[in-house]
C-alpha cells in the first residue's frame, strides 16, 4: 500500500523514490510485523486466556509437559495478522507471487484455526477430522499449482533445479502440479509435526524464512541471477518482502513462546507456516534446497512415518516416541537442550542450503 502512497508522492519529493526499493522495504517490513507482534501479543495472550483456548496434553507423553495444561494456543493467529499487516503496509500488492504466498498462507492458517477452534474451544478432541483437513489442504495445493503453471512464461518456472549443479535443470512438464502439490502439502505438515516444543518450530521456520527471502531477491534480479546461475524469474523478487515479514511476525512470536512459553501456536501457525515455506520455495524453484534447510522438519516427518511404519508391521517401536524430539525427551534430555540443538542444526542446514549459490 505504501508503494503505491510513494509512487504518487514522487512526483513531488524525489526521496520517495528510496521505497520503490526491495531491500529497504524488507527491512521494514520485518521491522514492522514485529512491532505489530510484540505491541499485540500480550492481549492476544489475554483473549486467549479469556476464552479458555488452552492446550491439551497427553498423560502419555513426557511428564515434563503435564505442566502446560491450559496454556493458551491458537497464538498463530498473531503471526498471521503481524505479518499480513508487514506484507500489505510495504510489499506490492500488484505483484502476483505476493497474493499467491499471502492467500495460500491464510488459507492454510483457516484450516488449522478450525481444527483448534474445534478441539479447545467447542472440546471436539477430533477437531477437524484428518480427512477433511487433508482434503482442503489438498484443493489449495492444488488451485496454487494449476495457477503457477498456467501462468508461467518462462521454462524456468516449471524447471526442477538441482542444487551444487549449474546446468542440470530438469523440465518436469504436467508432473508439475503433482510435484508442488506434495511440496506444499508436505511442508505443512512437517511444520505442524515438529511444532511441539515452546519455540522449536518458529526458529526454525524463521531462519529457513530468512534464507528463502535471499533466494527470492537474488532470482529476482537478472544480473545476480545471471552471475550465480540460478533461474531468472520476474518479479519474485517481490517474495522477499513476504519472507521479511514472516521473519519479523516469526521473532515477535518467540518472545511469547520461548521456553516456558506463554503461548503456543496451534494448527492455525504451524500449518500456515509450512505452507508458507512450501509456496515460497516453489516460486523462488528451491524445493530442493527446501528439503535440506528444512532438514528437522524433514527429520521429524520421517520419525512419525517409520514409527507408525515398524508398529503396524511388527509390533515394535523404532523411537521412544513420535515425534523426534519426544524421543530425545524420554532419553533423558532437558526440553530447553533439545530446542537449543534442534535451532543450532537448523542453523547449519540454512548455511549450507546458501552455499548452494555459490558451489555450483
Known amino acids: 500500500m505504501l508503494v503505491w502512497l510513494s509512487s504518487l508522492l514522487q512526483q513531488y519529493f524525489h526521496s520517495f523514490d528510496v521505497f520503490h526499493y526491495i531491500t529497504l522495504r524488507s527491512i521494514l517490513a520485518a521491522l514492522t510485523s514485529f512491532v505489530v507482534s510484540l505491541f499485540c501479543g500480550p492481549s492476544v495472550i489475554a483473549r486467549l486466556r479469556r476464552y479458555k483456548v488452552?492446550?491439551?496434553?497427553?498423560?502419555?507423553?513426557?511428564?515434563?509437559?503435564?505442566?502446560?495444561?491450559?496454556?493458551?494456543?491458537?497464538?498463530?493467529?498473531?503471526?498471521?495478522?503481524?505479518?499480513?499487516?508487514?506484507?500489505?503496509?510495504?510489499?506490492?500488492?500488484?505483484?502476483?507471487?505476493?497474493?499467491?504466498?499471502?492467500?495460500?498462507?491464510?488459507?492454510y492458517g483457516i484450516i488449522?484455526?478450525?481444527?483448534?477452534?474445534?478441539?479447545?474451544?467447542?472440546?471436539?478432541?477430533?477437531?477437524?477430522?484428518a480427512r477433511w483437513k487433508y482434503f482442503w489442504q489438498s484443493v489449495l495445493a492444488l488451485v496454487a499449482a494449476f495457477y503457477l503453471f498456467y501462468t508461467s512464461t518462462t521454462p524456468a518456472e516449471t524447471q526442477l533445479i538441482m542444487p551444487f549443479f549449474k546446468h542440470i535443470d530438469i523440465n518436469m512438464g504436467w508432473f508439475f502440479v503433482p510435484f508442488v502439490y506434495f511440496v506444499i502439502v508436505g511442508t505443512s505438515n512437517a511444520v505442524n509435526l515438529t511444532d511441539g516444543l515452546d519455540g522449536l518450530a518458529i526458529l526454525p521456520t524463521v531462519l529457513?524464512?530468512?534464507?528463502?527471502?535471499?533466494?527470492?531477491?537474488?532470482?529476482?534480479?537478472?544480473?545476480?541471477?545471471?552471475?550465480?546461475?540460478?533461474?531468472?524469474?520476474?518479479?519474485?523478487?517481490?517474495?522477499?518482502?513476504?519472507?521479511?515479514?514472516?521473519?519479523?511476525?516469526g521473532l515477535g512470536f518467540l518472545w511469547f513462546n520461548t521456553y516456558p512459553a506463554q503461548v503456543f501456536m496451534g494448527d492455525i501457525g504451524s500449518l500456515a507456516l509450512g505452507a508458507a515455506l512450501g509456496v515460497i520455495a516453489v516460486v523462488v524453484r528451491q524445493e530442493l534446497v527446501l528439503f535440506v534447510m528444512g532438514g528437522i522438519f524433514v527429520a521429524e516427518t520421517v520419525s512419525v512415518i517409520l514409527q507408525v511404519g515398524s508398529y503396524k508391521l511388527t509390533r515394535k517401536r523404532i523411537f521412544r516416541m513420535a515425534p523426534l524430539h519426544h524421543h530425545f525427551e524420554l532419553k533423558g534430555w532437558a526440553e530447553p537442550k533439545v530446542i537449543v540443538r534442534f535451532w543450532i542444526i537448523t542453523f547449519v542446514l540454512v548455511l549450507l542450503g546458501l552455499a548452494t549459490l555459490k558451489l555450483r
Open 112 to 129: 488449522g484455526g478450525v481444527d483448534d477452534y474445534r478441539k479447545l474451544v467447542l472440546k471436539n478432541s477430533k477437531g477437524l477430522s
Open 54 to 107: 488452552g492446550q491439551h496434553v497427553r498423560d502419555d507423553g513426557p511428564q515434563s509437559h503435564l505442566s502446560k495444561a491450559g496454556t493458551p494456543t491458537m497464538g498463530g493467529l498473531l503471526i498471521l495478522i503481524a505479518m499480513s499487516i508487514g506484507i500489505l503496509l510495504w510489499g506490492d500488492l500488484s505483484n502476483r507471487y505476493l497474493w499467491l504466498v499471502l492467500l495460500m498462507t491464510l488459507g
Open 208 to 249: 529457513v524464512a530468512a534464507a528463502l527471502g535471499i533466494f527470492a531477491y537474488l532470482t529476482g534480479n537478472s544480473l545476480f541471477a545471471k552471475y550465480l546461475i540460478i533461474p531468472y524469474i520476474p518479479g519474485v523478487g517481490e517474495v522477499a518482502v513476504v519472507c521479511s515479514a514472516l521473519v519479523g511476525a
